[in-house]
């Protein structure tokens, strides 16, 4: 496997919880190289989710290290920590979490704002990652205007504009029809094929489970890497216990 773009060494996690503590993450061991497509299954409730914000720096673990392009990012400042989130690592979230007073195009242009770039540059970036979405045609339209697997495309397109070493997608098709999910799956493997995007993710769909590089098992702290029947049975499972 080439060099990493990211990875998470003996990253520990846990929670106050009643009395005593609750250890989410137990030593988790994670390294993804450019191109590949990881996915993580596991029940609800797993950790997943923890698993995600500490790789990119939305949570700090409780020990181990998290390295990004080869930069460490576990135990940065918040200013640091905007700075490499906005220019290495992209998200995708159950819901868009597009801002509905802006068009689509405003709101794939923010990330590239907010890192300094001068608007025309900005609107450029962003035109050309709404249309590797296919919704170029829709730049100008309010998110209101938009289905849902046309918001959640927006929001690939937003996490993808600032060409960042890994893109982390938690439960991205969570909100969506089984239908428009396999559109969204589909969209993730072509942007991986097209334009050498990376992406680790999380979610309950054995479909998505079925079409990644590699799978993952998160349970009881513990990430084990599975394939073939083993990663159906885990996504099943993870439905099945979900609340």
């Not at 949570?59 to 181990?64: H, I, L, M, S």
């Not at 920590?81 to 979230?93: E, P, Q, T, Y």
């Not at 309010?142 to 918001?151: I, K, N, W």
């Not at 998505?208 to 890497?225: F, K, M, Q, S, T």
């Amino acid at each position: 496997m080439s060099e990493s773009v990211l990875s998470g060494t003996g990253l520990v996690r846990r929670f106050r919880s009643g009395g005593g503590w609750l250890e989410v993450l137990r030593g988790v061991d994670l390294a993804v190289s450019a191109g590949e497509m990881v996915v993580i299954v596991g029940p609800s409730g797993s950790g997943k989710s923890t698993l995600l914000h500490c790789l990119g720096g939305l949570d700090q673990p409780d020990a181990g290290s998290v390295h990004v392009r080869g930069e460490e990012i576990a135990g940065k400042d918040d200013r640091e920590l905007s700075r490499i989130r906005n220019r290495d690592i992209g998200f995708v979230f159950q819901f868009h979490h597009l801002l509905p007073d802006f068009t689509a195009l405003e709101n794939v242009m923010l990330p590239v704002l907010i890192g300094g770039a001068p608007r025309g540059e900005a609107m450029e970036r962003a035109k050309h990652a709404l249309d590797d979405v296919g919704l170029l045609p829709r730049a100008h339209h309010a998110p209101s205007a938009l289905s849902g697997g046309e918001q959640q495309r927006v929001a690939v397109a937003r996490s993808l504009v600032n060409n960042p070493a890994v893109v982390l997608a938690d439960e991205p098709s969570g909100n969506l029809d089984p239908g428009t999910g396999r559109a969204l799956h589909a969209l993730l493997d072509r942007l991986r094929q097209q334009r050498g995007a990376t992406f680790i993710i999380a979610t309950h769909d054995p479909a998505l489970a079925r079409g990644a590089g590699r799978v993952y098992g998160l349970r009881d702290g513990h990430l084990v890497e599975v394939s073939g029947q083993e990663a159906d049975h885990w996504a099943v499972a993870a439905v099945e216990r979900a609340p």
